[in-house]
């Protein structure tokens, strides 16, 4: 198979770490599994290049492409700009243009790095757990919303939550589909003792359920899942909920790894297409000093290989070179104890392509 991947770095850190990934997906390409990948601007660089953080040739890459590589994108150059060219709105088009509805977040706890949380080490050690937040509907966007002024004469902000049965049956099956990838069992978290829409939530992914026997599924109020992600989180394998709960619990999920340039993400739509990136920002205080932890956008390319394109032998392949990696003492700055010895971005790939 030959894969076409839009590669857009963006800014900051972006290009320096997204290179990395390249090299891994060029070093495990073999007669099977070949890679045509084409780099445009994006963000800040979008910008630089057209006056517009999402210029129309880079959309027309993604839209021939099967998968989205991001980097990062944002900088304090172009915080005084208008709104609609902000870097940020490169990301929000490409996530509304393609309607990536299911953002999926990893939360794994390599042993090595079990220290860097802080939390009891034997409590995230082998931490791997993959939190699945629906991303365009629920309280967020409902209508009607605002703060209005009431008869009693003082004013009252409302919000609607809000979810339809096709919004929830969607990334319920995003969820069963992940969790056939995986250990197979997804927690569903809800609030249906209290909210009216987190009981159809509840009613719709029991249904969805259906399609999926083969992956158990459990039900858990978000007070408890917020309370067991910190008491037990290995118990976890997928959970799915609504984009409150998820912007809320997935943040909880990845400060349990304490390491920010370790975490992937992706987000995807109902083909399967998707965007891999790393979900930490462009980290301008670090960038072009050949520092930062190409690690978590590494891992995004494998959750790429995972999730878009069902090359699951090929994804298994770099997260063992990360894990191989780490077991040697091989660490950047920001996964380092003090004391340790450090090494750079292109040493980082160095020793994950020699590890493949
Ligand atoms: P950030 O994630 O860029 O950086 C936070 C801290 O973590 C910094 O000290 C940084 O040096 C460090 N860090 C981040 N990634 C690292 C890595 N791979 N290796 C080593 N250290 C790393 O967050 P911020 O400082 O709040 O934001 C900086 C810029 O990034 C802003 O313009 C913001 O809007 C943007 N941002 C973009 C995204 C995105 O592209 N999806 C996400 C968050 C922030």
């Known amino acids: 198979m030959t894969y076409k991947i839009a590669v857009l770095p963006g800014d900051g850190i972006g290009p320096e770490i997204t290179a990395q990934a390249v090299r ?35 959309l027309a890459i993604c839209e021939a492409s099967q998968a989205i590589l ?104 995003s969820a069963f589909q992940a969790a056939r990838k995986r250990n197979k069992r997804v927690c569903s978290v809800d609030k249906a003792n209290v909210l009216e829409t987190t009981q159809l939530w509840r009613d719709v992914m029991t249904e969805v359920h259906q399609d999926y026997q083969d992956v158990a599924l459990s039900h858990m109020y978000v007070d408890n899942a917020a309370m067991q992600l910190v008491r037990n989180p290995k118990q976890f394998d997928v959970i799915v909920t609504g984009n409150m709960f998820g912007d809320i619990l997935s943040d909880e999920a990845s400060m349990l790894t304490g390491s920010i340039g370790m975490l992937p993400s992706a987000s995807i739509n109902a083909r399967g297409f998707g965007l891999y990136e790393p979900i930490h920002g462009s980290a301008p205080d670090i960038a072009g000093r050949g520092v930062a932890n190409p690690l ?24 063992a070179a990360v894990r191989s990696v780490l077991a040697k003492g091989l660490r950047t700055a920001d996964i380092a104890m003090p004391g340790e010895a450090v090494i750079g971005t292109q040493a980082m790939g160095n020793a994950v392509v020699a590890a493949l």
Do not use: C, W
């Open 296 to 319: 978590a956008t590494i891992l995004s390319s494998a959750m790429m290989l995972r999730y878009s394109l069902n090359e699951i032998a090929a994804a298994d392949r770099i997260e």
């Open 70 to 173: 991001f980097g990062s994108v944002g900088g304090p150059q172009y915080d005084a700009l208008p709104r609609a060219q902000r870097p940020e709105q490169g990301l929000l088009r490409l996530r509304k243009h393609f309607d990536l509805f299911a953002n999926l977040r990893p939360a794994t706890v390599f042993p090595e790095l079990a220290h860097a949380s802080t939390l009891k080490a034997e409590v995230v050690a082998g931490l791997d757990i993959l939190i699945l937040r629906e991303l365009t509907g629920d309280i967020y966007f409902g209508q009607p919303r605002g703060i209005r002024q009431i008869e009693s004469g003082e004013r009252e902000g409302f919000d609607t939550m809000r979810y339809t049965e096709s919004e929830i049956k969607r990334i319920g099956h």
């Open 24 to 58: 891994v997906l060029k070093a495990i390409e073999s007669s099977a599994l070949r890679f045509e990948m084409t780099t445009a601007p994006v963000g800040g660089a979008g910008f630089d290049a057209a006056q517009d953080p999402l210029p129309a040739q880079t």
